[in-house]
């Protein structure tokens, strides 16, 4: 959760830089998108020099994002 805020901090620093036009626009942040660009980011991180490690912290990240969506908690 900490990483997707600091996502979305970053999002909000480059609102007034326009998105290129292959990527979608960047509008409507919300906490699970941001989650999701976390995991994303974690595994290209981690796939080429340990894809072992990457698929466990997916893993790991994703369950933890699954319990949070079934808690009901805000982002």
Not at 10 to 38: I, K, S, Y
Not at 45 to 67: F, G, S, Y
């Amino acid at each position: 959760m900490e990483a997707a805020a600091r996502f979305r901090d970053l999002e909000e620093m480059a609102d007034d830089t326009p998105a290129p036009p292959d990527q979608p626009g960047r509008g409507g942040a919300d906490g699970e998108r941001l989650c999701r660009e976390v995991i994303q980011w974690v595994y290209e991180q981690l796939r080429w020099d340990n894809p072992e490690l990457a698929a466990k912290m997916v893993a790991r990240l994703e369950e933890e994002l699954r319990q949070h969506l079934a808690s009901g908690q805000p982002f």
